[in-house]
């Protein structure tokens, strides 16, 4: 077997396509201008960005006013449910709904605002990584000035159904907000048809450099700024434009939508493959519902082995992939999706994420399917818990 390098990881991050890469190059060393200035190359500036705009806003079903930039995910998350958070509390509404799986820059920012008295409710998902809607019509009061939960999961891939929870929200006059970050690109997307308030976009998922990225608000629907200072953004968002990453991720998230039903069969397939592959190794399990899921999620929990040796192992032979378990990210914690699907500890920590994607081929899948079994026996023939749980449930290994 001749050493690969694959990259299944783009639920982390994504490689800059080259379209998006040619694009973004003439706005470093030509066309620089500062799009607030009056000469030719401010001008012009003025003009790529609003072009950008108009692609982002195209990509969602949105008009061009309703899209803001802003440096990514987090931003636009921390945005719309500080800003959402802010317009309750000068109403007396101080109740917020969200689920207990959200990426953190939804959950951190909803435990900050917990901190300064609001209430915030965190639905649970089942088993399967799914909210159930019965739940989410039950959390909604009278008081509740934010409800936000997000297309697509980044760890699990599992995709909600968001029409419904905004169709209630709406009936009630409660503000919708959603992060998508992961659901561009492969969840077709069309925010006057789901009819969501508010929906948060990052550049670095679907191939646009990092730092950039957009919220939708819709139009009619006022929040008071996060960033205050110039008059960038219609004066909502301030700092100077990000010219470059801009215009890239205009192309990327053009190129995103692109051909979406052929992408996401044939990256389909693949996942498909990956998965029906590592469940033959035997104490495996599927997280996340196998229909309702993204297209280039796997996420597989394999007993017996630690997730972060099985990273390292895989690494060794050339494969990027992340584990269900944040030790990746200095914590011993086992992942909060993880737990939040009732896995125990023990399970949780051994867990893979492959995200593949467009640029993933038929070799990375089979390369993959040759070196995860081969980690994993390694792994096992090393591992205590493995011997005991081998020994307690008795497994022949
Ligand atoms: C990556 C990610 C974010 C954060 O986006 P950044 O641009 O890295 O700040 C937010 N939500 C989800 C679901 C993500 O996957």
């Known amino acids: 077997m001749e050493k690969r390098f694959v990259y299944a990881d783009n639920a982390a991050t994504t490689k800059v396509s080259d379209r998006a890469f040619k694009a973004a190059l003439p706005y470093f060393q030509e066309q620089y201008g500062n799009a607030s200035s009056i000469y030719m190359i401010g001008q012009n500036s003025a003009k790529v960005i609003l072009k950008a705009r108009e692609q982002v ?23 719309a449910i500080k800003g959402m958070a802010e317009n309750g509390e000068r109403r007396g509404k101080k109740h917020i709904i969200t689920s207990c ?49 997000m297309l697509a999961n980044n760890e699990i891939g599992t995709i909600q159904p968001i029409e419904e929870f905004a169709a209630i929200c709406k009936e009630r006059k409660i503000p919708f907000h959603t992060d998508a970050v992961q659901a561009i690109g492969v969840v077709p997307i069309d925010v006057k048809a789901m009819r969501v308030d508010m929906l948060s976009l990052s550049g670095h998922k679907i191939h646009a450099p990092k730092g950039i990225g957009a919220l939708y608000i819709r139009g009619g629907i006022m929040i008071p700024n996060l960033i205050h200072g110039g008059a960038q953004e219609r004066s909502k968002r301030a700092g100077t434009e990000n010219l470059p990453s801009i215009v890239a991720f205009g192309e990327a998230i053009t190129a995103a939508v692109e051909n979406m039903p052929e992408k996401i069969a044939k990256i389909s397939v693949m996942r498909d493959k990956l998965i029906n592959g590592i469940l033959k190794i035997k104490e495996t399990r599927l997280n996340g519902d196998a229909d309702k899921r993204l297209c280039g999620n796997v996420n597989i929990s394999i007993r017996g082995i630690e997730g972060e040796s099985l990273l390292l192992s895989l690494d060794i032979m050339g494969i990027c992939a992340s584990s269900g378990s944040a030790c990746t990210s200095g914590s011993l914690d086992p992942s909060h999706v993880l737990l ?23 070799e990375d899948v089979d390369y993959i399917l040759e070196c ?20 307690e449930e008795g497994i022949s290994d």
């Open 57 to 79: 806003a195209n990509a969602i079903g949105a008009k061009i006013n309703e899209i803001y930039f802003t440096s990514g995910g987090s931003e636009s998350d921390n945005w």
């Open 101 to 149: 799986f959200e990426h953190h820059a939804v959950l951190h920012t909803c435990q900050y605002l917990e901190k300064r008295g609001f209430e915030v409710t965190y639905l649970p998902v089942s088993d399967k990584g799914l909210i159930s809607v019965e739940d989410f019509k039950n959390a909604l009061r009278d008081d509740t000035c934010l409800a936000t939960i």
């Open 340 to 362: 939040a699907l009732g896995l125990p500890h023990e399970i949780a920590h051994g867990s893979l994420r492959l995200s593949i994607s467009n640029e993933t081929t038929d």
């Open 372 to 391: 995860v079994p081969q980690v994993v026996k390694k792994l096992r023939a090393m591992s205590p818990l493995w011997e005991r749980i081998c020994k």
